[in-house]
């Protein structure tokens, strides 16, 4: 059950105390009020404030390696005219096998040599931020294309599915955890999940992460298929 304090006609909006004399009548016109939570969530969504960037100007989306996964997101280092930086650089193998053998297939390899070019996203570092409309189970049950949408905590959803301008909807599941590179860290306070590095992140590399077991369960029996390039937690 949930407890509610009836709003004096004063305290409301002109065109909610229609509403609330349906309330002094005995008569609680719940659908009408959930139509109303439900408009005024979305005029919230369209007026939320820009997200805050981390790396993003150091991200660029771009034809996925993973067959039929459709973009990806890179990492590509912004060129610099500094000479006194000396990092490692590390050369991995940009071949991606057909889903059936990504499970069997051994980590990419690397080769260390020292270059003034190539500098890294250290390991813990946040690369991004999925955020995007902000829901929750009610609200949800409305979105008719869910791909993009994440449980980041308790009720807490976000579908960046309407904002190309969130880069992290584009980080693939390579369905093998040797190529995953990064991974979500939820931060429900700010709605949003962190997508920080778990290694030593390259320029020119693919950022990847795994989706979870409920993302392909919910694939798999909503679709039919296994559909890689899009979240749903």
Known sequence: Y???????????????????LSWEEGQDDLKTLEKKCLETRNKM????????????????VAKSCIPNAGNGLFYQQPSSSSSSVSTSSVS????????????????????TTTTMTSIPIASGTTICYYTGHRHNFL??????????????????MVDPGPLLSIKARYINDPLNPNYVNCTFVPEPELFRSAVV?????YPGEELYVSYG?????????ERGDLVVGNILM
């Open 213 to 221: 077991d409920i993302y392909w369960s919910n694939a798999q029996r």
């Open 2 to 20: 949930e407890l509610a304090i009836r709003p004096l006609p004063e305290d409301c909006h002109l065109e909610d105390r229609e509403m609330l």
């Open 139 to 156: 609200s949800q049950k409305y979105i008719s294309d869910k791909s993009y949408l994440m449980n980041v905590a308790s009720d807490i």
């Open 92 to 111: 991995t193998s940009s071949e991606i096998l057909p889903m059936s053998e990504l499970a069997a297939a051994p980590p990419p390899t690397a080769t």
């Open 45 to 60: 969504n369209d007026h939320l404030p820009p997200h805050e960037l981390a790396l993003d100007d150091m991200l660029v």
């Open 197 to 201: 590095a778990k290694r030593d992140i």
